[in-house]
């Protein structure tokens, strides 16, 4: 079963009534970015009150601060302008339920969607596996708090990320759709 019919109808509508849109700037209007998580939970332009073409949205598994997001960071004010990050995780991650060893043995086992119970992880697939999976740093959370400070921490320290620029770390609570500042993160993230 797939959703290509859904996904392509979907987008006949709002090509449909696009409009004006199609003269946004390239530049964010709004001229800040947003490291968050891929859940499909978090809404950034709900909780960030934003409109197509305000702001960049990098997303991750974990919103975490990889390689390949501070790479799109710098783009981002490089290139575009922006002047603020946001690094925005969020309560219940699915990032926290294991661990790079636990991801790693089940990728061994097979390629397949594996189960979760109150026991923990079982694959529940016919192989083949890999063990390439070794060779990954998979970036879970164990304490989202830290978490965030570790990721701010890391994007301020990094020699391509210009000082001038603010960034603040959040938890978006799933529960209640608020956005609570991890004011350690925050403080870390201030301009030099």
């Given at each position: 079963m797939t959703v290509l019919s859904e996904v392509l109808a979907a987008n006949q509508r709002y090509a449909a009534e696009f409009g004006e849109k199609g003269k946004l700037p390239l530049p964010p209007?709004?001229?800040?970015a947003i490291l968050t998580c891929m859940d499909a939970r978090l809404d950034p332009a709900q909780y960030a009150g934003l409109a197509e073409g305000d702001a960049h949205v990098i997303r991750n598994?974990?919103?975490r601060a990889s390689d390949d997001a501070i790479r799109s960071l710098?783009?981002?004010h490089k290139l575009l302008g922006t002047r603020e990050y946001f690094v925005i995780h969020h309560t219940d991650c699915g990032m926290l339920l294991f661990t790079d060893e636990i991801i790693s043995e089940l990728l061994?086992?097979?390629?397949d969607t594996a189960a979760i119970d109150a026991s923990g992880w079982h694959d529940v697939g016919q192989g083949p596996g890999s063990s390439a999976g070794r060779y990954v740093r998979w970036l879970t959370i164990g304490d989202p708090r830290r978490a965030v400070q570790e990721d701010v921490e890391r994007i301020r320290k990094h020699p391509l990320v210009a000082p001038?620029?603010?960034i603040y770390g959040y938890i978006y609570d799933v529960r209640t759709g608020k956005?609570?500042?991890v004011e350690e993160a925050s403080k870390a993230g201030r301009p030099a």
């Amino acid at each position: 079963m797939t959703v290509l019919s859904e996904v392509l109808a979907a987008n006949q509508r709002y090509a449909a009534e696009f409009g004006e849109k199609g003269k946004l700037p390239l530049p964010p209007a709004r001229r800040f970015a947003i490291l968050t998580c891929m859940d499909a939970r978090l809404d950034p332009a709900q909780y960030a009150g934003l409109a197509e073409g305000d702001a960049h949205v990098i997303r991750n598994a974990g919103g975490r601060a990889s390689d390949d997001a501070i790479r799109s960071l710098v783009i981002s004010h490089k290139l575009l302008g922006t002047r603020e990050y946001f690094v925005i995780h969020h309560t219940d991650c699915g990032m926290l339920l294991f661990t790079d060893e636990i991801i790693s043995e089940l990728l061994e086992k097979s390629l397949d969607t594996a189960a979760i119970d109150a026991s923990g992880w079982h694959d529940v697939g016919q192989g083949p596996g890999s063990s390439a999976g070794r060779y990954v740093r998979w970036l879970t959370i164990g304490d989202p708090r830290r978490a965030v400070q570790e990721d701010v921490e890391r994007i301020r320290k990094h020699p391509l990320v210009a000082p001038e620029i603010p960034i603040y770390g959040y938890i978006y609570d799933v529960r209640t759709g608020k956005l609570i500042e991890v004011e350690e993160a925050s403080k870390a993230g201030r301009p030099a």
